[in-house]
């Protein structure tokens, strides 16, 4: 049972260019998180998925970013414009079906993404 | 909203002693608490979890304890060696509805030989 992937793992984009982060989750897991974490700093939420929804986006910034989970395919998240303070790792997480003993979320490597 | 605070921010013990590792949370409907260990340049990688209607938990040399009334839960880690050096992130969360993760600041443990 492969893990979570995800790709690219190196992502240099300039000032002002789309960033594009690709998530697949682990086998039979419908519910997919994005989280970002900063250099020395630790993660923080910014989005949660579920098949052709968005559940919370609570923690992604209301400009410039976006998430969709399609109904085939990898969740995506989409960075348009990025600016240098967009650089960071962004993490995704999936786990199985709510309603589980436990909400355990396996992450993925990460992309790191800089912005020049 | 939830707010976890981690600490300490940085932890250093000789090989063979014992590390702990504190967490605070403040939404008393968290119901679940993970614990997670990054080492450079990794994924996060869970080691230990706990569910509110447990007090202690522990897998070999890891053991976590919880403190609902107090809303705290510690990461304990005895007879420690240079591979658990790492930055360990405590983690608080609702289960019902397979809710999001809010993280502390993370701990970052040297393991000194």
């Known amino acids: 049972n492969a893990g979570v992937m995800q790709n690219p793992r190196h992502l240099v984009r300039r000032r002002g260019q789309e960033a594009r982060l690709r998530c697949s989750p682990m086998?039979?897991?419908?519910?997919v998180y994005w989280y970002r974490q900063l250099p020395e700093e630790g993660l923080k939420f910014m989005v949660y998925l579920q098949k052709e929804n968005i559940i919370d986006e609570s923690g992604m910034p209301k400009e410039r970013f976006s998430a969709e989970f399609p109904k085939e395919g990898p969740s995506i998240l989409r960075i348009q414009q990025v600016v240098r303070g967009d650089s960071a790792a962004y993490f995704c997480a999936s786990s199985p079906l709510a309603g589980g003993p436990r909400n355990e979320q396996f992450f993925g490597p990460g992309t790191r993404l800089t912005v020049l | 909203g939830e707010n976890v605070e981690q600490h300490p921010s940085t932890l250093s013990v000789q090989e063979g002693d014992s590390a702990v590792i504190k967490c605070t949370y403040s939404d008393s409907a968290s119901n679940y608490f993970p614990w997670y260990k990054q080492e450079l340049g990794k994924r996060p990688q869970l080691i230990i979890d706990?569910?509110?209607?447990?007090g202690e938990k522990k897998d070999q040399r890891i053991a976590v304890t919880l403190n609902k009334t107090a809303k705290h839960f510690s990461l304990h880690i005895t007879e420690t060696q240079p591979e658990d050096s790492a930055v360990y992130f405590c983690?608080?969360?609702?289960?019902?509805?397979?809710?999001?993760?809010?993280f502390g600041q993370g701990t970052r443990l040297t393991i000194n030989p």
């Open positions: 983690a608080a969360s609702i289960i019902q509805g397979a809710q999001k993760l809010v």
């Open positions: 086998k039979g897991h419908s519910h």
């Open positions: 706990i569910r509110s209607n447990v």
